[in-house]
């Protein structure tokens, strides 16, 4: 009776988890990211950083998902000089500041604005 009980039950727990699994999957195939995908964003360097970039804007391609924080090592790896003012430069994606963990889409415009003084 014991090995009846355990079998039945075991059987059932299969056939939940093979419905679980299958409504995960379809849902999964659904509703996908794809984290395969290339997006491209337009950066636009101002004052200390245009002059470190040796340029005044750029269009990157970035793996997806991709980050500030990512696109910021992306840029540094491409633009050397931009390291001695990484730690001011303040980041904007489409207009609004953003910490390293914001996530870039296709298409954002970041802006490298360094602080601007004067009187």
């Not at 500030?68 to 500041?97: D, F, T």
Request: hydrophobic share 45%.
């Amino acid at each position: 009776m014991f090995i009846l009980d355990f079998l039945t039950n075991f059987s059932n727990s299969c056939h939940c988890l093979r419905d679980s699994l299958y409504l995960l999957l379809t849902d999964l195939s659904e509703n996908r990211v794809d984290y395969l995908a290339e997006i491209r964003v337009q950066v636009v360097y101002f004052g200390r950083a245009r002059e470190a970039a040796n340029v005044s804007a750029e269009v990157r391609p970035l793996s997806s998902p991709a980050s500030v924080g990512h696109l910021l090592s992306e840029v540094l790896s491409a633009h050397p000089a931009l390291a001695r003012i990484k730690q001011v430069v303040q980041v904007l994606v489409n207009g609004r500041w953003a910490s390293e963990n914001v996530q870039l889409k296709d298409g954002d415009r970041i802006a490298f604005v360094p602080p601007v003084g004067g009187g």
